[in-house]
């Protein structure tokens, strides 16, 4: 890693509001990200996919949060993913002196960092890779009537133009999410840690709160009562502690993950029934 990046870096890390190791980590995937980001979109080959989920409302809107992930849609179907892993490769060791491995399974890019040592962020025993997965999907056709649109990114002295779906069929990439998702963490014991994703339903507090109202072409519900009435019927299954585990490494402030995880329900299914 060139010198002036990791003073970059430890300085990043230095001035965190938080004190967790996790959230440090994520907080580094999201400067990795914007150089992937302007990457992806200065590239002919690259520049017409599709941004969306979590990270595009952080890095586009502003969410409050941090990602892990990049997500995109290939609506011509026609990215090679080993190719582009090994140009993502090439440009960061030639850009920035730093070296990663990566590995290509079915739409995803992993890439492996490693950095974490360097920047003490792994102590002894612990990994010194940072992994960032990219996943680029071929399949959109579930959803109708949407938009595309570019939207500016203006971070860590970076200023690019990424293609991104308009919010409401974002939001509805979202509901698919919550009504969709089948995912659980366990601990080694085999005990569930967390049933559900808690960023999904921080992110459909977002939209709710911006008066965004989902494209109902990419859903099945039929209609916005039916899916209100599903919405409202999920969210009341969720436990607090699936919540609070999944947003703790991704936002800086603990009182309000923990404000957030008791009373999620309540809001929620208030701001679902204003819908209209």
Partial sequence: MEEQLKIFLLKLLEESVSASKIFKRNLLKEYLQTLILDFIYSHKDYNGLVFYGGSSLAHCYGLPRLSEDLDFVDLKKKVDLKKMAEEIKSYFKEKFGLD?????????????????????????????????????????????????ELAPVFKFNKSFLVRIFDLPTLMATKIRAVMLRK????????????????????DLLWYLDKGVKPNLGCLESGNMENLKKELINIIGQVDEKSIKFDLE???????????????????LQRKIKELE
């Fill in 183 to 202: 995912w659980i963490k366990t601990n080694k014991k085999g005990e569930i840690l967390a049933a559900v994703k808690g960023r999904d339903y921080f």
């Fill in 100 to 148: 990663l491995n990566f590995s290509v399974q079915k739409f995803r890019i992993y890439l492996k960092f490693s950095i974490l040592k360097e920047l003490n962020l792994a102590g002894v025993g612990e990994s010194d890779q940072l992994f960032l997965k990219v996943e680029i999907f071929s399949q959109f056709d579930f959803c109708r009537n949407y938009k595309m």
């Fill in 249 to 267: 490494p991704l936002i800086a402030d603990a009182n309000f993950v923990n404000n957030f995880s008791k009373n999620f329900k309540e809001i």
